[in-house]
């Protein structure tokens, strides 16, 4: 997917590869959001109230109609001042969800977790820029969706596929608990060319320890 690596700096690689028009894939996931996020508060009035973060805050905020702008702006300025692929995660919470939105993608090139690739043993051509979000319950995929939980989810995303996304349902043990929604390069790209990835979530030593910034 990803062709001539090369260095820019200590935290950015540029690569020849797939290009995204982020402008339409927060069109797209937004709708996504808010379809989801009003039809949960009528469909599960009780829960707690609605709130979201960015993974680099300490704190959540209140969750709202002028929240869109804010989350906007974040990716919008990571995107134009530092990278095109990095694994930028903001956890929006409300009913009985939470989602995460990885809308410049869910990999790096070096790190601990488990989607993180190395530019110097494993397959680094193979790391996917591609823009994603993922449903899951409240408290993180340690609990599965009820059956009403997914098929409301279901239906609302099958009503979007004709606007270009494709989703799937993560299935340890055969019970669903989570959904990945993904913002293909056919519908959502802007052709190929440099782009700018995001280096490391951690400096990381040869042997997988971690070492300090």
Known sequence: MLKKLRELDNDTVIADGPKFDLPKVIEVAFAILRTLYQRAMMRFPNSEPPTYAFAFEDGEHPFGDESYAA????????????????????????????????????DSLNGPMINCLTDYDLNWDELDPTPVLYVMMRDGMTDPFDEPQYNFLRQVLEGFLPRGITWDAYQPNDRDQAVQVRFPHETFGKGVGPIKISRYLHEVDRDGEEEEE
């Open 71 to 106: 989350i906007d702006y974040i990716y919008d300025d990571c995107k134009i001042t530092r990278f095109d692929a990095v694994p930028l995660c903001c956890s929006v919470y409300f009913g009985p969800f939470m989602i995460d939105l990885y809308l410049l993608g869910h």
